[in-house]
């Protein structure tokens, strides 16, 4: 039977990349880049081959191998995995880069800020102050090859080739050998005399010294190079010339020196290094300490390292919502630190946390999401959308709270894209007619049209039909001035989506009544859109074929492109009235547009207010159009509740062919009064807005309203009248045949001619009114003169009756 043996190196956990990088540590080990091979998640692997007749060298890193796996500090290299053999020695890290390459790839990007370098040396010096004052070990390699740099950009130590104990019972310090590191030894070293002997941590803070110097300036290539501070900043260099003092009894210890560049003005005194010592101890602050960080943790962010709000900000928030009570603090610079990552990280780490965040019932929550909406809802898919975030954001449709009812309908004009069929066409049109119809603030309503002129392209075809007409002309009605705006403007930033014969019946006539208005900013948009409808217009008339072309989009599907005049004609609404709408808001509440505040039609300034027209018997050619417009008037007055009042979009663009059947023919009778009219009117508080919207059409039609009414059709030649008919009686009447006066009516006004309305006597017509009702009151005084006297003397013949007596007559 036969055994292989098995190679160690081959069934080793981690895979290494053979190109050692360059400007790795000088000395025994040489740095790989690998990544394990279970996740392939990115490591460091430092390599030491074992070479025949280094022995002592061997030792060394076997030592150094020791110390890096029973040393555990966050501020020394972290060790994941190691490998021991005959021929080699490994070393698995977190991934990190030698402190040489980081800065000279940093300067090439543009720049190493002051804020990162504070901070890193601060995690240096508090390294070798965990190493001197808790471990009592020398690194005794303090250099730039002793430093790396993690993807977070935080400042690691390693090197502990040549370590050793400060306390003498391990052995003197270890003989290096490599000349690049011996020129940080400090000068006592070379004294063999003894007799400048300094306390454990100065020969650590000499190196200390010399590494600030070259983060600052660059390599060190001579000890005397240390006189002049250079580049340091000024408010480090007396920190650093204590460092570097002939004298190693006055180099201060580790914790001393933190403590002085710490103090306020101090190099290491500012955000970034407060904000970094914060999250440190996050798991153990107070909830309303934490609380405060956050709120002014976004302040700060612009001014962090990319790098560090990825890899250290991101997961302690992240953290803070998961497991803390840190709420809607964490979403501003949660989003703020979103922009630094790419589209699958961002998919990965945020949404999941922003579904989540979604069904919270937290009022703070809600609407921090919804106004922060804009940052995060190009990464959500249609399916998360539809299925778990519409459903729990349509809620804030009814919240009590205006703030968030809107919010939730600006955040409409980001989810409308990804929405699907029902929400889109059915759910979300029943919460904005709602909104529209019965908010009771102002710009709430106003906010509502105008996010349906932006929506409008995205709709279907047949909810468009159905409902834009129809909101826009709710709108019109609202008695808060902006909401009118928004109307007009919704109508004109949809232009492109209704029939020439829409525009005609349906839309001019709504604006045009607001040609009058009594607000000067609705007037100027009425009659701008007013302009641009006739001009449209006028040009299909000109050009019948151009009408396919005008009417392309009115039956076409739902298209992202085809919101772009919205975005145009509508875009003022959001960011100059909805702006202040919290304001508006606190300082002028808008009652609901209830039956006593629906606007009445204005009138201009400088003209009298309209007397009531009476009523003619029967209307004439002169009289026919302004019976036409009182009655029109009339019904819109009367119905003006009922439709903004109602919240069925769906009925308003149904054709009122029942109203139209009871219509008169105006060409061929001409006898529509006012009466009817009214009558109408009246009738339209029990209809549905089906006929209250489509009643352009039935309330007099605008194309025969213009006609002149034919005369009446003269009788058929020996056809005889009622009035000369014998209808039984023996004998006739002293009261006279009623139908031969009207007979005698009739003939005398068939006689008049069309030009004769001015010669026809209507004064003694009005002599006879007042005779007639004289006579009349006359009559009626003396009845009721009688009717008292009856009553008088039946009273005084009977006498007054006992209590209970029966009446016998």
């Avoid at 000067?520 to 948009?525: A, I």
């Avoid at 309209?610 to 019904?635: F, H, K, L, N, Y």
Wanted: net charge negative; proline share 8%.
């Amino acid at each position: 039977m036969w055994f292989f043996a098995r190679d160690p190196v081959r069934d080793f956990p981690f895979e290494l990349i053979p190109e050692p990088l360059e400007g790795g540590p000088p000395g025994l080990w040489a740095l790989h880049r690998g990544r394990k091979k279970a996740t392939g998640s990115p490591v460091s692997i430092f390599v030491y081959d074992v070479k025949p007749g280094a022995e002592e060298q061997t030792q060394v890193a076997k030592a150094a191998f020791k110390r890096l796996k029973t040393l555990r500090h966050p501020n020394i290299l972290a060790y994941i995995d190691g490998l021991e053999t005959e021929k080699c020695l490994h070393i698995v890290t977190e991934a990190v880069t030698p402190l040489g390459m980081y800065l000279k790839a940093r300067v090439e990007a543009g720049g190493l800020k002051e804020l990162e370098l504070s901070w890193g040396l601060h995690q240096i010096v508090k390294a070798l102050s965990f190493l001197v004052n808790d471990c009592s070990l020398v690194h005794n390699n303090v250099c730039m090859a002793a430093v790396f740099v993690d993807r977070a950009g935080e400042w690691k130590l390693g090197g502990l080739d040549y370590m050793y104990s400060a306390q003498g019972d391990g052995g003197g310090p270890p003989r290096k050998g490599v000349p690049e590191l011996e020129q940080y030894d400090p000068p006592e070293l070379a004294d063999s005399s003894g007799r400048t002997v300094g306390e454990k941590w100065s020969a650590d803070m000499w190196r200390l010294g010399c590494l600030i110097w070259e983060v600052f300036n660059g390599p060190l290539l001579r000890a005397a190079a240390l006189r002049n501070p250079g580049k340091i900043p000024k408010s480090l260099v007396p920190h650093y010339c204590e460092l570097v003092g002939a004298n190693p009894k006055v180099r201060p210890n580790p914790a001393r020196f933190l403590q002085n560049c710490r103090a306020p003005g101090g190099f290491m005194s500012n955000r970034f290094v407060e904000t970094n010592l914060f999250l440190e101890e996050i798991q153990i602050k107070e909830p309303a300490e934490k609380q405060k960080f956050f709120q002014e943790l976004s302040k700060s962010l612009d001014t962090f390292p990319e790098d560090f709000c990825r890899h250290k900000v991101l997961p302690q928030l992240l953290t803070a919502f998961e497991f803390g009570s840190a709420g809607a603090v964490v979403l501003t610079p949660l989003f703020k630190v979103g922009k630094f990552l790419s589209a699958e990280e961002y998919q990965q780490k945020v949404i999941p946390v922003v579904v989540k965040m979604f069904s919270s019932t937290d009022r703070a929550m809600r609407i921090r999401l919804l106004q922060q909406m804009e940052q995060f809802i190009q990464y959500l898919d249609e399916p998360t959308v539809n299925s778990q975030i519409f459903p729990h954001v349509v809620h804030g449709f009814l919240d009590t709270n205006p703030a968030i009812r809107e919010q939730t309908v600006k955040s409409m004009l980001l989810l409308a894209p990804k929405l699907n069929e029902t929400n889109l066409n059915v759910e979300l049109m029943k919460h904005f007619a709602r909104l529209q119809a019965k908010d009771e603030q102002g710009p709430i309503r106003c906010n509502t049209t105008v996010c349906l002129g932006k929506i409008g392209s995205y709709l279907s075809a047949s909810t468009r039909h159905r409902v834009l007409t129809s909101a826009f002309s709710r709108a019109t009605k609202d008695p808060f001035a902006p909401s009118r705006v928004a109307g007009v403007l919704g109508f004109a930033a949809t232009h492109n989506l209704y029939s020439m014969s829409d525009c005609a019946h349906k839309i001019l006539p709504v604006l045009c009544s607001l040609t009058v208005d009594p607000e000067k900013s609705v007037r100027d948009q009425a009659f701008k859109a007013i302009r641009s409808f006739l001009s449209k217009l006028e040009s299909v008339s000109e050009d019948p074929t151009q009408l396919a072309e005008v009417e392309k989009d009115v039956h076409a599907a739902s298209s992202p492109g085809m919101g772009g005049a919205a975005a145009s004609w509508a875009g003022w609404a959001v960011t100059g009235v909805s702006s202040l709408t919290s304001k508006l808001i606190r300082a002028h509440p808008t009652a609901a547009p209830t039956e006593t505040n629906v606007p009445q039609r204005p009138v201009p300034e400088g003209l009298p207010a309209p007397a009531p027209t009476p009523v003619p018997a029967a209307p004439s050619a002169s009289g026919q159009w302004e019976t036409q417009e009182e009655g029109r008037d009339t019904a819109e007055d009367t119905s003006s509740t009922d439709r903004w009042d109602d919240e069925d979009w769906g009925s308003l663009e149904q054709e009122a062919e029942s109203v139209l059947a009871q219509q008169d023919d105006w060409s061929t009778g001409g006898q529509v009064g006012r009466a009817g009219q009214v009558s109408l009117a009246a009738n339209s508080d029990h209809k549905s807005l089906d006929s209250d919207w489509s009643s352009w059409e039935a309330e007099g039609s605008w194309e025969q309203g213009w006609q002149e009414p034919s005369p009446p059709e003269p009788p058929p030649e020996g056809t005889r009248l009622a009035s000369e008919y014998n209808w039984g009686h023996p004998e006739p009447s002293d009261k006279g045949d009623p139908f031969a006066a009207l007979t005698a009516r009739r003939e005398t006004g068939s006689q008049l001619k069309p030009e004769s309305w001015g010669d026809h006597n209507w004064e003694s017509l009005d002599v006879d009114r007042q005779a007639k009702a004289e006579l009349a009151r006359k009559k009626r005084e003396e009845r009721r003169r009688e009717m008292e006297a009856k009553r008088a003397e039946r009273k005084a013949a009977k006498g007054p009756m006992k209590l209970g007596a029966r009446k016998l007559d």
